[in-house]
């Protein structure tokens, strides 16, 4: 189970780092909940959570859209049999690397619900 959360985790970035929001999105149980600190200022309306594929779905594209070059270097990846703890830096030209931490609950092969934090 480990091996198989870590491969989500693995399947996360090549999508995100791609921008592919299809193969992004099928990482996803329909009623996944996120929740990013980043949220909370763009959108302070949802108190940094989102719930299910659409708002995802909005919140991605419109972060591909403003951010072209955003991409994410992961540094450390840490699974159990219910998470993948994952560690990476953010990348977009011009703005200074920010380290962030995420944790993917995943739950019948399907990430549940998100949990980002930034330094």
Known sequence: MQQANLAIAQQWFSAFN???LEKLLALYNDNAQH???????????TNG???????LRNWWADSFNRLPTLRYTPTRLIANETAVFMEYTRHVTGE???????VLEISDGLIVASRVYHS
């Open 18 to 20: 791609h921008h592919h």
């Open 35 to 45: 929740y990013s600190p980043k949220l909370k200022v763009r959108r302070p309306e």
């Open 49 to 55: 959570l989102i719930t299910g594929k659409p708002a």
């Open 96 to 102: 200074e690397d920010i380290t962030v931490g995420e």
